[in-house]
Nanobody, 120 residues
Framework: QVQLLESGGGWVQPGGSLKLSCVASESILRIAVMGWYRQNPGQERELVAFTTSTGSVDYLSSVKGRFTISRDDAKNTVYLQMDRLKPADTAVYYC??????????????WGPGTQVTVSA
C-alpha cells in the first residue's frame, strides 16, 4: 500500500506559476511510474505528466513546454512545475503511483488531490 499526499495547489492568475508536490510513503524507486492527473466535475481524469523509474518523462500535449515533472528520489517526492497557467488548467490535480504487483501487473495508488484554480 502506497500512500500519496499532494500539496501546492491554490489560486493563481492566468500566466502565473504553481509548483505541486507529491510525497510517497515509500521509496519511489520501487514505483514503476509516478504521474500527475487532473479532473474537473463531470469529466474524465486525464494524464498530465508522468515519470518512470528509468527516467522517461512525457506530457499531455496541451501542457508541453509549460509544465515540468521532476523527482527527488531521496525525498520520495515528485513535483509538477506549472508555468504560464491558463484557465483551462483549472482542475483537481491528483498524484498517481503504479507499483509492480506481479509479472506484467501493476497496482494503482492515488492521493486525495489538490485544487488548482486559474482565473483573473
Amino acid at each position: 500500500q502506497v500512500q500519496l499526499l499532494e500539496s501546492g495547489g491554490g489560486w493563481v492568475q492566468p500566466g502565473g506559476s504553481l509548483k505541486l508536490s507529491c510525497v510517497a510513503s515509500e521509496s519511489i524507486l520501487r514505483i514503476a511510474v509516478m504521474g500527475w492527473y487532473r479532473q474537473n466535475p463531470g469529466q474524465e481524469r486525464e494524464l498530465v505528466a508522468f515519470t518512470t523509474s528509468t527516467g522517461s518523462v512525457d506530457y499531455l500535449s496541451s501542457v508541453k513546454g509549460r509544465f515540468t515533472i521532476s523527482r527527488d528520489d531521496a525525498k520520495n517526492t515528485v513535483y509538477l512545475q506549472m508555468d504560464r497557467l491558463k484557465p483551462a488548467d483549472t482542475a483537481v490535480y491528483y498524484c498517481n503511483a503504479k507499483k509492480p504487483s506481479g509479472v506484467g501487473e501493476y497496482s494503482d495508488y492515488w492521493g486525495p488531490g489538490t485544487q488548482v484554480t486559474v482565473s483573473a
